[in-house]
């Protein structure tokens, strides 16, 4: 049923809509800043370190991810739910493989149906872009499990970043600074009350498997904290059909600093400086800024070098954040690692010259970073806005529509 579902929805884009890539050389494993501060490829005779990838996401990301991929001489496979049949992703692709229904829980969420595609198409590889199954374990499981490369973490690395309180325990055992609080499941409203009054009020109470901002309550006295337990405990169900949740300590005033960090199967952990997203609504990034105003050239080394040191434990390889709360006194604290490509990832290449996309395929294919830490640099400033769609004169409700 799902073979003869994804062969009758499988098309291929044929060369009359959409040139074919022509394996042409690799012209880009090393990259450098103009003066203009735009990403420059050295060119080099190299043949791509892949054939053929295929990309497990849609809109935005995938076209982006593709940009690179036409860049270093490979072919790109896209894979789409029915809705999305005419979008510009599908259409930017040398081949597309519906994969299901409109709800993504239908088609992008599933993993069976992708690796079909994968066997389909012949791809050697899978991006996974952001969202979606890229920080999912099992998928890359179930990758290995086919002798297709995962362009991403290990999936041991996966498993123990993408949860917090296992992340946050494997960071203490790595040496780095981490928030105050417990690390113990928190079964009901009175252990919430509890474990917070031996922490010290202000709490936040947080989802062990959130993300986004969801799943996480401020509580200043126990009546907050009871309201903070039952509210988060409904959404990380709702959010993540995980109600596990923890407590630590509320840090305030702080800056939301993240240090991004690229690693290779060579041993060699770097930091590419860091980004900064301090201004949030609904604990949701809405400005990425590299670099951070308040980063010192000392407290960005000492970031960078927890950040790699955390990475390294773990045994991780390809690009991910490691995201740290900086007060007023700029002490730091870790929060978490997303084991991924983030969408705020643009402003780290403008700053550095590095494209990550292209990085992040070598390092996959068992290629040795070309660079060294004294060779990142910060070169200008860059920022990035996220655009709401929603209508302001209904409470900003979500508002669809064409963007002018």
Same mark, same amino acid.
């Given at each position: 049923?799902?073979?003869? !579902? ?73 894979? !789409? ?34 690796? +079909? ?59 780095? +600074? ?77 800056? !939301? ?55 390294? !434990? ?14 007023? +006194? ?75």
């Amino acid at each position: 049923m799902l073979s003869s !579902h994804l062969s009758k929805c499988a098309s291929r884009i044929g060369n009359q809509s959409l040139p074919t890539l022509s394996r042409r050389r690799h012209l880009s494993t090393q990259t450098k800043i103009d003066n203009s501060n735009k990403i420059e490829y050295v060119q080099q005779k190299e043949a791509p370190p892949f054939d053929k990838i295929l990309i497990a996401n849609r809109g935005e990301i995938a076209v982006r991810i593709m940009d690179t991929c036409k860049k270093m001489g490979i072919s790109t496979v896209a894979v !789409h739910s029915e809705a999305d049949a005419s979008g510009y992703f599908v259409r930017e692709a040398d081949e597309a493989i519906c994969i299901g229904p409109p709800a993504s829980a239908q088609s992008y969420l599933q993993i069976e149906r992708i690796v +079909n595609a994968v066997k389909m198409t012949g791809a050697q590889a899978v991006h996974p872009g952001f969202g979606f199954l890229s920080e999912n374990n099992d998928f890359a499981a179930a990758l290995e499990a086919e002798n297709v490369v995962f362009i991403g973490p290990g999936s041991y690395a996966i498993e123990v970043m993408g949860d917090k309180i296992k992340s946050k325990e494997t960071a203490l055992a790595a040496g780095v +600074n981490c928030i105050p609080g417990d690390n113990r499941v928190i079964k009901d409203g009175d252990e919430c009350v509890e474990v917070s009054n031996q922490v010290g009020y202000p709490v936040m109470v947080k989802a062990s498997a959130g993300g986004g901002g969801k799943g996480m309550r401020i509580a200043y006295n126990d009546r907050e904290c009871r309201d903070a337990f039952r509210l988060a405990t409904n959404e990380a169900v709702s959010s993540f059909g995980d109600d596990r949740l923890f407590v630590e300590k509320f840090i305030e005033e702080p800056r !939301h600093i993240e240090i991004q960090v690229l690693a290779d199967k060579f041993n060699n952990y770097l930091y590419l400086n860091e980004r900064e997203c301090s201004i949030q609504r609904r604990n949701q990034k809405v400005y990425e800024e590299a670099p951070s105003v308040v980063v010192t050239d000392k407290l960005r080394e000492i970031m960078g070098k927890q950040a790699c040191d955390l990475a390294s !434990h773990v045994d991780y390889i390809t690009a991910g954040t490691c995201e740290f709360l900086v007060d007023k +006194n700029l002490d730091f604290y870790f929060l978490e690692m997303n084991t991924r490509l983030q969408v705020e990832h643009p402003v780290t290449e403008y700053i550095t010259g590095i494209d990550l996309v292209e990085q992040m395929i070598n390092v996959a294919a068992g290629k040795e970073l070309p660079f060294k830490q004294k060779d990142i640099g910060i070169n200008g400033w860059a920022i990035e806005a996220r655009v709401y769609a929603e209508d302001p004169f209904k409470g900003f409700l979500p508002q669809i529509g064409i963007l002018n």
